[in-house]
């Protein structure tokens, strides 16, 4: 559990992280706490998700496999943990 407080869908006027959560949703039946954890500024939050995506999902020369254990790697020698 992160320390930062989370917001919640209707504690955002703009309507972004009710978008946005619906979109994890869909894709992963939950919203990730990475992403709750970036909820306090959801301005910048889908931008965030459009990069991750790319990188992530899009056109590429390393399989989605690949990807993710370069993800898993950079966070192992970062110290990250989730």
């Known amino acids: 559990m992160s320390w930062i407080e989370h917001l919640r869908e209707d504690q955002d006027a703009s309507g972004i992280l009710e978008r946005v959560y619906a979109g994890c949703r869909s894709r992963a039946g939950e919203v990730a706490e990475i ?5 306090p500024r959801p301005d910048l939050l889908e931008p965030f ?27 192992d020698f970062n110290g990250c943990h989730y």
């Open 49 to 75: 998700l459009e990069l991750y995506l790319r990188v992530m999902r899009g056109p590429s020369e390393l399989s989605r496999a690949e990807r993710e254990w370069v993800a898993v790697l950079t966070s």
């Open 35 to 39: 992403i709750q954890v970036m909820s």
